[in-house]
């Protein structure tokens, strides 16, 4: 897992998508739901890239990424990207190891 700490990280991220699928987690770190969405991103065993942005530090990236992505802000918010484009997305209790997975066998 890679903190994006960058607008250029960020631009980076969704070119690398256009070669393989990177799951990305929006994250609040002040939030016990987005601690817990943090936990199951963290311990999902996948071979797919993994990146996280912290809003608080963060909050031009995430509102950039929300733009870029066309996806409305949530945290936690895990999106599946693909071909530069977010092709999944769950937030709050929805991100779990299983809907993940489905993600990936679905999109990937």
């Not at 996806?71 to 779990?96: C, N």
């Amino acid at each position: 897992m890679i903190e994006i700490k960058t607008s250029e990280e960020w631009k980076n991220i969704v070119e690398q998508s256009r070669k393989a699928p990177i799951f990305v987690l929006k994250h609040s770190a002040t939030c016990p739901i987005s601690a817990s969405g943090h936990h199951v991103f963290e311990h999902y065993e996948t071979s797919i890239s993994k990146y996280y942005l912290i809003v608080q530090k963060n909050r031009s990236i995430s509102n950039e990424i929300e733009k870029d992505l066309n996806v409305r802000h949530e945290t936690p918010q895990v999106l599946l990207l693909k071909d530069g484009e977010a092709v999944w997305y769950a937030s709050h209790y929805d991100i779990s190891k299983s809907s993940m997975k489905s993600a990936v066998e679905e999109h990937c």
